[in-house]
């Protein structure tokens, strides 16, 4: 494992090599070397699963402070999922630097969907026991919270589209907004909508923009109508 170039490509300076070796060892490379003290990642793996979902938690709640502690639950599942773990893995090329078995190297380990987001974890867990909570928080913020404000996870809270598809297959039907008041002072709006489905109002909801409160009164819909 060359820790110079892993170091160089995150511009991060560890301080402990050996336990951010460890968390780039598979236990089919434990298996392998059992005459040697290696240990496998399994339990920083552990380690950095809590660290991913406090940090993702701290920015969605800083983030988007109208969403409902239902959304931003569903939000955070999204970011914090194997798919998600594995495509912020396959980005920074983690996958060169695992310690694998002969066999699961052959068989595409390196590639391994599942494999590769237990290595993001595990890196995740490292980097907090070797630099604290604050460094992990500066690389979720290079790495991860980005993709989040690009727009990346942004179907998992799109209920508009959700609900358009729903009712053009199910009853060819179109959906229409309407704003039915708007609330507060200039600074600090809340706007109500409402989602109007065949002349029948299916939901209404509320936001701290027109876009938000659509997206509200659109879930309803599909809660109420769709569930």
Same mark, same amino acid.
């Given at each position: 494992?060359?820790?110079?170039?892993?170091? @160089?490509?995150?511009?991060?300076? !560890? =301080?402990?090599?050996?336990?951010?070796?460890?968390?780039?060892?598979?236990?089919?490379?434990? @298996?392998?070397?059992?005459?040697?003290?290696?240990?496998?990642?399994?339990?920083?793996?552990?380690?950095?699963?809590?660290?991913?979902?406090?940090? #993702?938690?701290?920015?969605?709640?800083?983030?988007?402070?109208?969403?409902?502690?239902?959304?931003?639950?569903?939000?955070?599942?999204?970011? #914090?999922?194997?798919?998600?773990?594995?495509?912020?893995?396959?980005?920074? @090329?983690?996958?060169?630097?695992?310690?694998?078995?002969?066999?699961?190297?052959?068989?595409?380990?390196?590639?391994?969907?599942?494999?590769?987001?237990?290595?993001?974890?595990?890196?995740?867990?490292?980097?907090?026991?070797?630099?604290? !909570?604050?460094?992990?928080?500066?690389?979720?913020?290079?790495?991860?919270?980005? =993709?989040?404000?690009?727009?990346?996870?942004?179907?998992?809270?799109?209920?508009?589209?959700?609900?358009?598809?729903?009712?053009?297959? #199910?009853? @060819?039907?179109? #959906?229409?907004?309407?704003?039915?008041?708007?609330?507060?002072?200039?600074?600090?709006?809340?706007?109500?909508?409402?989602?109007?489905?065949?002349?029948?109002?299916?939901?209404?909801?509320?936001?701290?923009? =027109?876009?938000?409160?659509?997206?509200?009164?659109?879930?309803?819909?599909?809660?109420?109508?769709?569930?």
């Amino acid at each position: 494992m060359n820790m110079q170039q892993l170091e @160089n490509e995150l511009n991060m300076k !560890f =301080k402990d090599h050996e336990l951010i070796k460890r968390a780039f060892t598979h236990s089919s490379y434990v @298996n392998e070397h059992r005459r040697r003290s290696f240990s496998d990642n399994e339990r920083l793996e552990f380690l950095g699963d809590a660290v991913l979902e406090l940090g #993702v938690s701290q920015f969605l709640y800083r983030k988007h402070q109208d969403m409902p502690e239902g959304e931003l639950t569903k939000l955070r599942a999204a970011i #914090v999922c194997e798919p998600s773990l594995f495509n912020f893995a396959m980005t920074l @090329n983690l996958g060169e630097y695992i310690l694998l078995g002969k066999g699961e190297a052959q068989t595409g380990g390196r590639k391994r969907p599942a494999l590769l987001a237990d290595v993001f974890e595990a890196f995740l867990g490292a980097i907090y026991l070797d630099q604290g !909570f604050d460094k992990a928080l500066q690389f979720l913020e290079l790495h991860v919270f980005p =993709k989040i404000t690009a727009g990346a996870f942004s179907h998992e809270m799109d209920y508009k589209t959700q609900l358009q598809e729903l009712v053009q297959q #199910v009853r @060819n039907q179109s #959906v229409e907004y309407r704003i039915i008041d708007e609330k507060g002072p200039a600074h600090d709006k809340t706007f109500i909508a409402q989602v109007i489905i065949k002349d029948t109002v299916s939901g209404i909801g509320e936001g701290g923009t =027109k876009k938000e409160a659509e997206q509200r009164a659109a879930k309803i819909a599909l809660d109420s109508t769709f569930s």
